[in-house]
């Protein structure tokens, strides 16, 4: 799915590797279409911080790429065109919908190859209350071809064919993975603290 540019609905707990398959896509979509742009789609701006710091150190190798970073009160503006950079955006909701309105606007969303939106759940939680620019991104279906990545960790089937469907991408059939909820490489036990001493000693070894 990756490599043929499907669209791909991707389910998996917390350090299920969504953030690794996430940035196999991006690495694909910029070296495969140079001069292009990318979305990564965040709902917070901490989760942008955070992303943005790690893809500009793992995807330094890629020959003129820049991580340009649309939250909180940084960045907005279409990065230029016709200058041989390839461009890889990390955004909220709010953001993405501003940079799409102008890239419509002034024709230039057939540089636009990749979305990706992580914590994809939201797009049905908040999408129709207080975040509505979550569903906006569903314009990018209809008016242009790319591929779409939607990651969650939370959300059972029938939520994930709903966003799918919000947001128009289940009529070309996306790869669907979900990943088991088991979680082997983690266990827990309990161990009794006698005195309060005896707990912090506990709690030092962690």
């Not at 707990?13 to 965040?42: E, F, W």
Request: net charge positive; proline share 4%.
């Amino acid at each position: 799915a990756l490599t043929h540019g499907q669209n791909i609905v991707y389910c998996a707990p917390t350090s299920g590797g969504k953030s690794l398959v996430a940035d196999i896509l991006l690495a694909r979509r910029l070296t495969q279409y140079k001069g292009c742009i990318c979305l990564l789609v965040l709902p917070f701006v901490s989760l942008c911080v955070e992303r943005a710091r790690d893809l500009e150190i793992l995807l330094s190798s890629i020959h003129r790429l820049r991580v340009l970073r649309h939250f909180g009160g940084s960045g907005g503006g279409i990065p230029k065109s016709g200058t041989g950079q390839t461009y890889l955006i990390v955004c909220t909701p709010e953001k993405a919908n501003a940079l799409v309105t102008k890239m419509i606007e002034q024709h230039r969303l057939k540089d636009l190859k990749c979305v990706v939106v992580d914590e994809a759940h939201c797009i049905l939680e908040h999408g129709q209350t207080f975040r509505p620019d979550f569903l906006f991104l569903a314009l990018l279906c209809v008016l242009g071809v790319l591929t779409w990545l939607l990651l969650t960790a939370t959300a059972p089937p029938e939520v994930m064919l709903a966003i799918s469907h919000m947001l128009g991408i289940d009529e070309v059939e996306p790869h669907v993975h979900r990943g088991t909820t088991a979680r082997l490489n983690m266990s827990y036990r309990v161990v009794p603290a006698v005195t309060r001493s005896h707990k912090d000693e506990l709690l030092c070894k962690l």
